[in-house]
């Protein structure tokens, strides 16, 4: 049997991301790269100052699908990189740590791009 209020709390969180980001769009002049570069930085932060694995505990995939989880994974590679391998760790532990992620975005890109082709708009 699955636990109806972990989903709960799932979808409220993860809702309540999509729903800042979404405020964003319609109330300032950002651009969605830059709302995107703003919650990977917020979940960068958020592990920086331990309060993401907290968060991930509570709320599971609601916090940790969106880009904030991407940043946490990069920050938390690069801290336990830092912490075995000093100053090359921290460049190699953010990318050990996204790798699975980086490359399945790229095959997934990739194989859309076999059976879609751009088109410039009019």
């Given amino acids: 049997m699955f636990d109806i209020l972990m989903y709960l709390k799932v979808f409220l969180v993860g809702g309540f991301i999509c729903m800042i980001g979404q405020i964003l769009i319609?109330?300032?002049?950002m651009t969605s790269a830059r709302i995107l570069v703003t919650f990977l930085l917020l979940g960068v932060f958020l592990e920086a100052i331990k309060v993401?694995?907290?968060l991930k505990e509570f709320a599971g995939s609601g916090v940790t699908v969106p880009i904030m989880g991407f940043g946490y994974s990069l920050a938390k590679g690069a801290i336990e990189g830092a912490e075995t391998g000093g100053i090359l760790?921290?460049?190699?532990?953010?990318l050990t740590a996204t790798a699975a992620g980086i490359t399945v975005a790229v095959v997934i890109a990739f194989i859309v791009s076999l059976f879609c082709s751009s088109k410039t708009k009019k």
Avoid: A, M, N, S
């Fill in 52 to 54: 993401f694995e907290p």
């Fill in 26 to 29: 319609i109330t300032t002049k």
């Fill in 89 to 94: 760790g921290v460049l190699q532990g953010g």
